[in-house]
């Protein structure tokens, strides 16, 4: 089997490459990225003969196709404004595909590829990181269970840093996005736009992660979920999450930058040079981001010291008993499902355990035999329900 990960010597997609060298399912794979160095530094690190390198740029088209050309899946690890191309590479390799996630519009962009992946009797699961993904599973396993569904609440719980520490937890350019952007909401049947920052409320996280201050935000799971399970009578679907796990004096310092224009997606003119706004921040924020060793999975005798918590709860009912199920996927470093999931997927994809097609995860994949593969990594999930008397 060989896996290719588009982007494997960045900082989440190269945790799926560590995993991918280390399953026994998997003859080989590929680290597809435009930075050579940098997936030196990754192969050297993972120390794996199955690990190969290819340089690749997203915006050639023909040189990805050429790259994914023999591959039984590609993992896309690069940002979510490259997933159409992308996908669009896999349909001319004849190669199943899965991302981490779409920030909703590019999403149902994506799913709108569908009959052409069936009619190429290829298969794409959407959205499969930590969150995207991991709440989208919960969300199946429990609709499994209810007969209907009043309410789905996704709430990822990151342990915060120092408040003057300045690090990104993930993807620049996705978090900056995700800050400016304003976050989706399905609410009374119908999707709204909310403001950014917004819905504050205080939730209670497994020990010692603790209590935190949860806000609204841009994300995949709300596009689908809610038409995924619209037969069980969905009235609200959100997703929240703690600052995207960095401190909030620097998220504030990011909003004001924003404020002024800084975000902007509009050419200006400077000194006579063209330049995007947003380009020049997300470049001089980029060298915040910790070194890529910092993000790898670490040794297996390490015992778990929880970090990070992503929790859907659901309301609703079963035999006509007012139900509420909760599901808590804890992990010992935050960045681990982003990686490990979408890897997870692209061996099941290989495996045909997928029909063809576009999918989300919450209608491709079967959620307890994936959530045992994330306890052999030790990312566990926890149920509790709630019944009214």
């Avoid at 690749?56 to 039984?72: A, I, Q």
């Avoid at 119908?190 to 950014?196: C, L, N, P, T």
Wanted: glycine share 8%.
């Amino acid at each position: 089997m060989r896996i290719t990960v588009i982007g494997g010597a960045g900082k989440m997609a190269c945790i799926g490459v560590q995993y991918l060298a280390h399953d026994q399912r998997v003859d080989e794979v590929v680290i597809a990225d435009l930075d050579l160095d940098q997936a030196g530094v990754v192969a050297d690190y993972i120390k794996s003969p199955k690990v190969k390198i290819s340089q690749v740029d997203v915006n050639d088209h023909e040189g990805m196709v050429e790259v994914l050309k023999g591959s039984d899946a590609c993992f896309n690890g690069t940002v979510y404004y490259t997933n159409l191309p992308v996908m669009e590479a896999c349909l001319e390799a004849g190669v199943h595909y899965t991302d981490m996630g779409g920030l909703f519009f590019t999403t149902r962009k994506q799913l709108e590829l569908s009959d052409r992946f069936a009619e190429a009797g290829l298969s794409a699961v959407l959205g499969m990181g930590s969150a995207p993904g991991v709440p989208n599973l919960q969300t199946r396993y429990i609709a499994d269970r209810l007969d209907t569904i009043e309410s789905i609440k996704i709430y990822d719980g990151i342990m915060p840093p120092p408040t003057d520490d300045p690090k990104f937890t993930y993807a620049v350019p996705t978090i900056v996005d995700e800050l400016i952007m304003e976050p989706m909401v399905y609410k009374d049947g119908d999707f709204k736009a909310m403001e950014s920052l917004s819905e504050f409320e205080d939730y209670w996280f497994t020990q010692p992660i603790g209590l935190l201050p949860m806000h609204l935000s841009l994300h995949s799971e709300v596009a689908t979920l809610p038409l995924t399970f619209k037969d069980k009578g969905v009235k609200e679907c959100f997703f929240k999450i703690n600052y995207w796990g960095m401190s909030k004096v620097v998220v504030e310092k990011i909003r004001v930058l924003a404020d002024f224009g800084f975000g902007g997606t509009e050419a200006i003119e400077v000194k006579g040079i063209s330049i995007i706004p947003r380009d020049m921040m997300v470049k001089l924020l980029a060298g915040y981001v910790p070194p890529i060793t910092d993000f790898l999975a670490p040794p297996k005798n390490e015992p778990p010291d929880w970090v990070k918590e992503i929790v859907t709860e659901v309301q609703g009912t079963k035999d006509g008993q007012e139900i509420t199920y909760r599901l808590g996927t804890l992990t010992c470093k935050g960045a681990l499902p982003t990686g490990i999931a979408p890897a997870i997927t692209a061996v099941w994809l290989a495996e045909g355990r997928v029909e063809p097609g576009v999918y989300p995860p919450e209608v491709a994949l079967d959620p307890l035999p994936f959530f045992k593969e994330l306890e052999e990594q030790q990312i566990y999930t926890q149920v509790t329900i709630t019944q009214k008397l």
